[in-house]
């Protein structure tokens, strides 16, 4: 089971950063091993609630003013795996997301995600403490399969966050569909998420390639925070846009976990059929939206 994720890492190009082997009664909280309330994946709730009391909480309530559609979606219970659209160029959506779910759900959500700066050991460090996960398919099934939790994942990847002001709201690829075949393997939905307002929180207005070689990096981005609040102020704060989020129904499929290989066309038609339906949703709330700033 194990070779084909990292089979298609290697396909994706993703680092293989696995946790160590789970010890005995691991999955049943923090490690009292370590320091504090970090468990295994490096998450710590004693940091999230220190940072979403003073920065995350005002933010979501005050400054984006976040509102839902369809919670009911999010199961009470068991793994599931979330899937949204992803914009902005310092995207605000993940935080958003997280920080609601785990507010209106009560359930702890972790994100899967690439490591941009994967030299840079402090800005690793943060996201391993606020949820973050490497996107390895193998983090990924464990996250899932063994210990049954909620993920988060965003296909379109700097696709989605280096995309051109033109091109907004307008959803790319979900590349392979490797989400959907890691969905598969651990047995459980798919939770399509669509989300307003993260584009407008933080537009690009173009890119520095030249400097983004330099560093290391997909992108480095000109944004129009930058213009108004500075170089240093604009790349951290983002525009007070309304956020929309409107969960859709769990994608289920009807196959067998746990199996070494899953039909790549069914794969490639199921991620295709989803971010279709994200698509469609982000279409309604931008149908229905009066104004950027208020809703």
Sequence with gaps: MADTPRRLAAERRLPVVVPPPTAPGALDGPDPARRGDVDHWGRSQRFRDVTNRFFMGPMYRRWFRAEWEGLEHIPRAGGALLVANHAGAVPSDDPVIVYGIEQEVGRPLYSLADQIFPSVPFLGLVQNRF???????????????????????????????????????????????????????AGVPVVPIAVMGAEEAMPMVTRMPWLARAVGVPYAPVTANMLVFGPLLGTFMWFPAKFRLRV???????????????????????SEAIRQRIQDAVDDLLAHRKSVWFG
């Design 131 to 185: 949820g973050g996960v490497n996107a390895h398919p193998d983090n990924a099934y464990r996250l899932l399969r063994e210990e049954q939790q909620l993920a988060i994942v965003f296909p379109e990847g700097t696709k989605g966050t280096g995309k051109p002001w033109r091109q907004r709201y307008k959803l790319q690829r979900f590349g392979r569909g490797g989400f959907v075949e890691i969905a598969m393997r």
């Design 248 to 270: 859709l129904p769990p994608v289920h499929f009807d196959v067998a976990p746990d199996q070494e290989r899953y039909s790549k066309a069914r794969v490639l038609e199921e």
